[in-house]
């Protein structure tokens, strides 16, 4: 089974340690993560932090999980009153792509027992506290965001999630009060262990861990508002796994859904605080509008030194401090046909390091050909518009543009629609 040992928090330090056990039979496996967090307000309220210190508990422990998945996983004697649906959740539909590129099911994936009774369920104490946390990352939809507070002459701070020792500079210059950091330190040494020893890696639902931690830091900070910078996004599945256990759609974006942002305000309203929000301020605006949106509101100051790609700023080891562009995996591909009709060819081709129309690039065919559903190419597991979406990009992109090497089917998408 996968065991969720314990966690500790020193106050004096500001640091969680999480301990969880994996591994098999033979070698078990302990691991460790240890968060660092920001400064803290004269006056916290200490029962809402240890309830949110739970759900970040659960969260983060996707990442160690996952390396020897199980059906059974035994939590502390303390969670007697657990939502094992919201946990199932967590692991199941976030897990799904992982599930997919590992040959799972359903049935394979954790299973959280559900408690025989709920006596010992206590209402989370009131909260009163008040403020704004805005989730940063240097991406287009966080900027944006930014950019909409600051207009509104709204009063927010910042936090950045980092597991390195850097944090993209364009952070320092947001218009926010402060900027926090919050630094995940990842047990790498026993997760190269666990690879050695034949265990499973891939993708988990970050979003909720980053939410988790935010969410932490803001009841350390007294605040009682938590924002992401989410629109609609997610809501499109790539495939899906069928079994006799219950079929599971398989979605590289589930803790970015709506469905999955409702379901954890109701888990915070009942089991961490009723006074505190989780919400996107551009959830209403589809992707391709988002862009639109950056263009108009973002662009002169941001345009040049922000960065939507993984591949080039996230990768372990790499240096994030000034955001670049790899020009050759499927977000980049995915930006440039949201940009390509709000931007003409050489203003966003300069992005590039090769200042090279991206429709052009032999490597990034297939990449497109996801992206725009064409020759049943799957969708790439990134976080990217829907197909429909993204067609209606393609088609609208300003005069200069090459086409790409194959037809794309027309699309009636309005992506002006408010959701």
């Known amino acids: 089974m996968f065991e969720f040992l314990d966690y500790n928090f020193d106050e004096n ?95 394979d994936l954790a299973h959280f027992p559900h408690p025989d009774t709920l006596v010992d369920f206590k209402e989370p104490n009131p909260y009163s506290g008040s403020g704004k946390l805005v989730l940063q990352s240097g991406g287009k939809d966080s ?12 009063p927010w701070t910042a936090v950045y999630i980092s597991s390195s020792d850097n944090y993209p500079k364009i952070l320092d210059n947001l218009g926010a009060k402060n900027l926090q950091i919050i630094t995940r330190k990842i047990d790498h040494k026993n997760l190269k262990q666990a690879s050695e020893l034949g265990g499973l890696n891939g993708h988990v639902p970050v979003t909720y861990i980053n939410i988790a931690l935010a969410l932490i830091q803001a009841i350390l900070n007294n605040q009682n508002e938590i924002i992401t910078s989410i629109g609609h996004e997610g809501e499109e599945p790539h495939t899906i796994i069928k079994s006799k256990d219950g079929d599971l759609l398989v979605n590289h974006q589930w803790s970015k859904t709506k469905e999955a942002e409702e379901s954890l305000q109701e888990y915070i309203k009942f089991h961490i605080a009723k006074g505190i929000k989780v919400h996107s301020l551009i959830r209403k605006y589809s992707e391709l509008k988002i862009a639109e949106l950056f263009v108009d509101n973002c662009w002169d100051n941001f345009g040049h030194k922000f960065s939507s790609c993984n591949k080039a700023n996230y990768g372990q080891g790499n240096d994030n401090s000034n955001l670049k562009w790899c020009g050759r995996c499927a977000k980049c591909a995915n930006s440039y046909l949201l940009f390509a009709p709000f931007l003409k060819p050489a203003e966003l081709n300069s992005l590039f390091e090769d200042n090279k129309s991206l429709f052009e690039v032999p490597e990034l065919t297939d990449d497109f050909k996801g992206l725009l559903g064409i020759d049943d190419t799957m969708k790439p597991f990134e976080c990217v ?35």
Do not use: C, W
């Open 13 to 107: 330090l500001l640091r969680a340690t999480f301990h969880y056990r994996g591994g098999t039979a033979k070698n078990p496996l302990d691991f460790e993560e240890i968060v660092n967090f920001s400064d803290h307000a004269p006056h916290y309220n200490k029962d809402t932090l240890r309830r949110a210190l739970d759900f970040a508990f659960i969260a983060i422990g996707t990442s160690y999980y996952k390396a020897f998945p199980t059906a059974e996983v035994k939590l502390p004697a303390s969670f007697n009153t657990l939502p094992a649906d919201f946990y199932n959740s967590i692991y199941q539909e976030g897990l799904s792509q992982f599930a997919f590129e590992n040959n799972l099911t359903r049935a």
């Open 385 to 419: 518009g829907e197909i429909a979406e993204l067609r209606q990009a393609y088609h609208m992109k300003q005069a200069g543009y090459k086409d790409l090497p194959f037809a794309v089917p027309d699309s009636d998408f309005d992506y002006e629609k408010l959701y």
């Open 143 to 154: 900027l944006l965001t930014a950019s909409l507070l600051n207009k509104s002459n709204t």
